[in-house]
T-cell receptor, first 112, second 111 residues
Framework: AAGVIQSPRHLIKEKRETATLKCYPIPRHDTVYWYQQGPGQDPQFLISFYEKMQSDKGSIPDRFSAQQFSDYHSELNMSSLELGDSALYFC???????????FGPGTRLTVT | GQQLNQSPQSMFIQEGEDVSMNCTSSSIFNTWLWYKQDPGEGPVLLIALYKAGELTSNGRLTAQFGITRKDSFLNISASIPSDVGIYFCAGPNFGNEKLTFGTGTRLTIIP
């Protein structure tokens, strides 16, 4: 069965640079979620989209923005990167009437 | 915000042993999800629970939705090496869909 696709899998950036992470949800899933996971931590919710509209917002810095496109893929844009942004970033998708979220393999972002 | 505490924090067992872990909340959840995460990979959904008292199995895994709706339990029978990883409970916050994750239980199998 098709799973959530994330790209790139690994990304190395320098401080103050920008990064764009992409997420392709499972076919026919209309809701996308972004989570950040620091070393040894549990995933923390950043933001979600349903039918291309932002549906919920968590502890996402103002330097980050995201959107969902007409084909339901989503992009997380991160600007003015800081060392503390180094983490695993996961995208998850679901159908709107289900609580079951399916996670992608993640993007490991390293800021140097 | 809502907090999910998992215990034990880590477990060291021998292959073939049964495993039990639990997750407790300071508030009521209407859904409990159990995930397994391997290092550097995304969490994989194992079991979803929707009703208080519900007992659901997935192969060697069995999970229960606590009667009080403030806890859940996961059992693994006859553990095998591929069971190694971190197990997270998670639940959607009431009124929206974002997941709050538990603190995790790290399972290690001693050779």
């Amino acid at each position: 069965a098709a799973g959530v696709i994330q790209s790139p899998r690994h990304l190395i950036k320098e401080k103050r640079e920008t990064a764009t992470l992409k997420c392709y949800p499972i076919p026919r899933h209309d809701t996308v979620y972004w989570y950040q996971q620091g070393p040894g931590q549990d995933p923390q919710f950043l933001i979600s989209f349903y039918e291309k509209m932002q549906s919920d917002k968590g502890s996402i810095p103002d330097r980050f923005s995201a959107q969902q496109f007409s084909d339901y893929h989503s992009e997380l844009n991160m600007s003015s990167l800081e060392l503390g942004d180094s983490a695993l970033y996961f995208c998850a998708s679901s159908v709107s009437d289900s609580h079951e979220q399916y996670f992608g393999p993640g993007t490991r972002l390293t800021v140097t | 915000g809502q907090q999910l505490n998992q215990s034990p924090q880590s477990m060291f067992i021998q292959e073939g042993e049964d495993v039990s872990m639990n997750c407790t909340s300071s508030s009521i959840f209407n859904t409990w999800l159990w995930y397994k995460q391997d290092p550097g990979e995304g969490p994989v959904l194992l079991i979803a629970l929707y009703k208080a008292g519900e007992l659901t199995s997935n192969g060697r895994l069995t999970a229960q939705f606590g009667i009080t709706r403030k806890d859940s339990f996961l059992n693994i029978s006859a553990s095998i090496p591929s069971d190694v990883g971190i197990y997270f409970c998670a639940g959607p916050n009431f009124g929206n869909e974002k997941l709050t994750f538990g603190t995790g239980t790290r399972l290690t199998i001693i050779p």
